[in-house]
């Protein structure tokens, strides 16, 4: 007869080993029943058409943003006599840090892409509609918080370029009537530029952050974990029916590929693209011209309607009002407080109050396809202001003074009388466009839709 051999050491370890795991387990699902919830969270159902991931873009480059953020605050001054050097160090002397601030810059530009392209597809598709109208209004929250994180952000280098977008902010919040300059002394401590650099770094790092971190996933996690997804209708079975992939392993293993695809491609930018060189702007100098750049794509909406508003001024009681200098905010603050309340909007001018799992297509709703379409092509030809500039005049000195320097070389640049007439045509366009783009979208769903 045979006697048994005892078991190898490496056997009798991960036997060992699995029954202490086999035991942990129990006994904390004993206290703590994470098996019974988790294991239908596991199986949940996920779509699989890939404009259902334009979320997770935001959310991955949220993260990237928030760790090279904590990188650069390790070395950021915000003292307003050496912010501007910290940055040039931080750039050239410290390690990596040019490649830090460079995948910071555009972790930050695909956060704001991936949002505008996500809320796109939700608007044109009617997810926003019941039961999901609150998911919707943190969407918008995010949308405006992320755009005043990117103002605060590009402040903060306190260059020539950065500091002369600043003044320009406070010119909007000196044009306010009768108490534009409180509002401007509460916000700069005083004079131009005053302390305004460590509040706006007090902003950057610390409220809008704290803010986005609460919000982000309320709407990116808790909210769409909670309620059913929406369907596409060529896949979809019923209303009431959800098909797709469970979260694990099909749909976390996407999300893992599209969370290295989005640092990937970010990675890629940040070290073959180049982005805000300050030092060759140099620090900011009262006077001095600032350099010429395009402003970013979503800076240039506001920027380019500054330029197409005319210079208005009315004298009343002894004050001149500048209201062409309020109009472009006016305009993005009307802007977001439709988009807030859209879903009610709808609700109220459609009579829809059902409840809605199935996507529509665009051409099934032509008036809210149009008046998207119509708002977009508004946009893009406001942001169309920036794209030329009137080419600054020659520079003379007095006799016996040194010859001035040159003029900033600038991207698109014409005569003034050229650029007038630019601008009358944009002036134009920016009220015909709109309205034809309305009417051609609308009469192209409805063909399609017939």
Not at 160 to 187: C, D, E, H, K, N
Not at 232 to 249: D, I, L, M, N, Y
Not at 298 to 306: I, S
Not at 375 to 394: D, E, R, Y
């Amino acid at each position: 007869m045979a006697t048994p051999t005892k078991p190898k050491r490496q056997p009798r370890i991960i036997v060992g080993s699995a029954k202490a795991a086999v035991g942990s387990a129990t006994w904390l699902d004993d206290r703590l029943p994470f098996g019974r919830w988790l294991r239908p969270q596991l199986r949940k159902l996920f779509p699989s058409h890939w404009s259902f991931l334009l979320g997770e873009l935001a959310l991955y480059s949220f993260v990237l943003l928030v760790l090279t953020g904590t990188f650069l605050t390790l070395f950021y001054k915000p003292n307003p006599d050496v912010a501007y050097e910290s940055v040039v160090e931080l750039s050239l002397e410290v390690r990596g840090g040019l490649l830090v601030r460079q995948l910071h810059h555009w972790s930050a530009m695909v956060f704001v892409l991936s949002i505008v392209a996500h809320m796109c597809r939700v608007f044109f598709t009617g997810a926003f509609r019941r039961p999901r109208e609150l998911t919707w209004m943190l969407g918008v929250l995010l949308f405006a918080l992320a755009l005043f994180e990117a103002f605060l952000g590009f402040t903060l280098t306190a260059d020539q370029l950065a500091m002369a977008g600043l003044r320009q902010a406070q010119g909007v919040l000196l044009s306010v009537p009768l108490i534009g300059t409180y509002l401007s002394a509460f916000t700069f401590d005083g004079e131009f530029p005053g302390q305004v650099l460590p509040r706006l770094f007090a902003l950057h790092v610390l409220l809008v952050p704290g803010i986005l971190l609460a919000v982000v996933p309320l709407h990116g996690l808790i909210l769409t974990w909670r309620q059913k997804h929406t369907e596409r209708r060529a896949t979809a079975v019923s209303e009431r029916e959800v098909s797709g992939g469970p979260f694990f392993p099909y749909f976390a293993v996407k999300n893992g590929a599209t969370a290295l695809f989005t640092i990937g491609f970010i990675a890629l930018l940040a070290t073959f693209v180049r982005v805000n060189p300050v030092w060759e702007h140099g620090a900011y100098q009262p006077g001095v011209q600032p350099p010429s750049a395009q402003p970013f794509w979503y800076f240039g909406v506001l920027d380019g309607a500054q330029r197409l508003v005319p210079a208005w001024e009315i004298a009343v009681g002894g004050f001149v009002l500048q209201p062409g200098l309020w109009i472009p905010p006016l305009i993005l603050l009307g802007f977001f407080g439709v988009l807030f309340l859209w879903p009610f909007i709808e609700r109220r001018y459609s009579g829809d109050r059902e409840i809605h799992h199935l996507l529509d297509r665009p051409s099934q709703a032509p008036v809210r396809t149009a008046l998207g379409v119509a708002v977009i092509t508004f946009f893009v030809t406001l942001w169309a202001g920036t794209w030329v500039s009137v080419a600054p005049p020659a520079m003379h000195s007095a006799p016996g003074l040194p010859p001035p320097p040159a003029a900033p070389p600038a991207l698109l640049t014409m005569p003034a009388d050229a650029y007038g007439v630019v601008v009358t045509v944009l002036r134009v366009a920016v009220f015909v466009l709109p309205v034809v783009a309305f009417l051609a979208t609308r009469a192209i769903c409805r063909r399609h839709s017939a």
